[in-house]
């Protein structure tokens, strides 16, 4: 576990580093063509059940006082021109390497959920809580094309509930169970091969 997050350090740093310039274009993008805040940020539970502020750079229209945690899966009317762009690319998931670096997340690991969603299943939860989430796992690259599957649901909130997610924790338990150094690295070229491909 410490060589791993010794690689999450230093992976995360590298990368900030290296695509600074793209950070600051696309941050200079979102405060012009879409007003609000450049940062999506949202409490997600973590490593141990605790909570933490992920950070994704906003691809929506703000609307006022939404709860935390509401649940707009399948409702694409208020992801902008630029905000499809940087989810199609998974750019709006970028400054999540600040999490990594902090100490919130690893670079790959379970995805964080919100805790609405986490008080689902806890028997599970308690076991996927054991390691730090991740910006990316098998999950992810099994439901990259997600929101285009609760978009065709008359009912995106059960959907999730019911199937999407009982499978995702599956995915979790398995990588907290069997996860190696290789396997990261596997899911990382996964990842960034289903980003181009998609």
Same mark, same amino acid.
């Given at each position: 576990?410490?060589?791993?997050?010794?690689?999450?350090?230093?992976s995360?740093?590298?990368?900030?580093?290296?695509?600074?310039?793209?950070?600051?274009?696309?941050?200079l993008?979102i405060?012009?063509? $879409?007003?609000?805040?450049?940062?999506?940020?949202?409490?997600? &539970?973590?490593?141990?059940?605790?909570?933490?502020?992920?950070?994704?750079?906003?691809? $929506?229209?703000?609307?006022? =006082?939404?709860?935390?945690? @509401?649940?707009?899966?399948?409702?694409? @009317?208020?992801?902008?021109?630029?905000?499809?762009?940087?989810?199609k690319?998974?750019?709006?998931?970028?400054? =999540?390497?600040?999490?990594?670096?902090?100490?919130? $997340?690893?670079?790959?690991?379970?995805?964080?959920?919100?805790k609405?969603?986490?008080?689902?299943?806890?028997?599970?939860?308690a076991?996927?809580?054991?390691?730090?989430?991740?910006?990316?796992?098998?999950? @992810?690259i /099994?439901?990259?094309?997600?929101? /285009?599957?609760?978009? =065709?649901?008359?009912?995106?909130?059960?959907?999730?509930?019911?199937?999407? !997610?009982?499978?995702? !924790?599956?995915?979790?338990?398995?990588?907290?169970?069997?996860? @190696?150094?290789?396997?990261? !690295? $596997? &899911?990382?070229i996964?990842?960034? =091969?289903?980003?181009?491909?998609?």
């Amino acid at each position: 576990m410490r060589l791993k997050r010794i690689i999450d350090l230093f992976s995360s740093l590298l990368g900030i580093i290296i695509i600074s310039p793209i950070l600051f274009i696309v941050a200079l993008l979102i405060k012009l063509l $879409m007003p609000g805040p450049i940062f999506f940020i949202q409490t997600r &539970i973590g490593k141990g059940g605790k909570g933490f502020r992920l950070l994704k750079f906003r691809t $929506m229209l703000v609307k006022p =006082q939404t709860p935390e945690g @509401s649940f707009d899966a399948g409702d694409q @009317s208020r992801i902008t021109a630029l905000g499809k762009i940087l989810r199609k690319t998974k750019l709006d998931e970028i400054p =999540q390497l600040i999490n990594v670096l902090k100490g919130d $997340m690893s670079l790959v690991g379970p995805r964080p959920e919100v805790k609405k969603w986490t008080v689902v299943y806890p028997e599970q939860w308690a076991i996927v809580h054991q390691v730090l989430p991740g910006i990316t796992d098998n999950a @992810s690259i /099994e439901f990259r094309n997600e929101e /285009e599957l609760l978009a =065709q649901s008359s009912n995106p909130e059960e959907s999730y509930r019911n199937v999407i !997610l009982p499978r995702k !924790l599956e995915l979790y338990i398995n990588y907290v169970n069997h996860h @190696s150094f290789w396997g990261d !690295l $596997m &899911i990382i070229i996964r990842t960034i =091969q289903s980003v181009i491909l998609k």
